[in-house]
Antibody
């Protein structure tokens, strides 16, 4: 079975940094694009970032570009999101997501991890 | 950026009825990239439909997707109690790719 198990999250003061991680199993991690998607409390889904199979291509939503960095370690089947200069509006549940090849859709989701940015 | 607009915002229906949810794109998109998701409270979303009309693994055949260009539809033929949830459409475009979701339609019990 495909599993995406997320780690990290918590209560973070504005301006601080945080790293989320996601350990994948049950599929060939190095063969798929991966994403982070977030959801603010009571709000809809917002795509945050994507990374290609080998990490050579990344893309970001305008709201996080320059502050967040997505990366992956294919040897450890792990996806990361380094979040710097956190703002109140970054408060959300963050999901690690596996891409559906050739479609750019989101076929498997992690359990989500809550990040609260507050003083 | 392509904007996806879903309607209605809330759809009150009864079990056994048919649901029709709409997703309109701000410009024409390939049906190849249009997907629908279901999200229940406290849970991660689940992929229902990809390529506008293909059901994901394990999705019951009462769910169907259709559409092309700028107008897409998710239909649920006979609502079961477990179908009451929030539904999102999603697409991607560009290089590097950018991804957008609609704002969601809440399907609630009437």
């Amino acid at each position: 079975d495909v599993q995406l198990v997320q780690f990290g999250g918590g209560l973070i003061p504005p301006g601080d940094s945080l790293t989320l991680s996601c350990v994948a199993s049950g599929f060939t991690f190095s063969g798929d694009w991966m994403h982070w998607v977030r959801q603010a409390p009571g709000k809809g889904l917002v795509w945050v970032s994507a990374i290609s199979t080998d990490g050579s291509v990344t893309s970001y939503a305008d709201s996080v570009r320059g502050r967040f960095t997505i990366s992956r370690d294919n040897a450890k089947n792990t996806l990361f999101m380094q979040m710097n200069s956190l703002r109140d509006e970054d408060t959300a549940v963050y999901y690690c997501v596996r891409d559906l090849p050739t479609r750019g859709n989101f076929q498997h989701w992690g359990q989500g991890t809550l990040v609260i940015v507050s003083s | 950026e392509i904007v996806l607009t879903q309607s209605p915002g809330t759809l009150p229906l009864s079990p056994g009825e048919r649901a029709t949810l709409s997703c309109r794109a701000s410009q024409s998109i390939s049906s190849h990239v249009l997907a629908w998701y279901q999200q229940k409270p406290g849970q991660a979303p689940r992929l229902l439909i990809y390529g506008a009309s293909s059901r994901a693994t394990g999705i019951p055949d009462r769910f169907s997707g259709s559409g092309s260009g700028t107008d897409f539809t998710l239909a649920i033929s006979r609502l079961e109690p477990e179908d009451f949830a929030v539904y999102y459409c999603q697409q991607h475009n560009g290089s590097p790719p950018m991804y957008t979701f609609g704002q969601g339609t809440k399907l609630e019990i009437k």
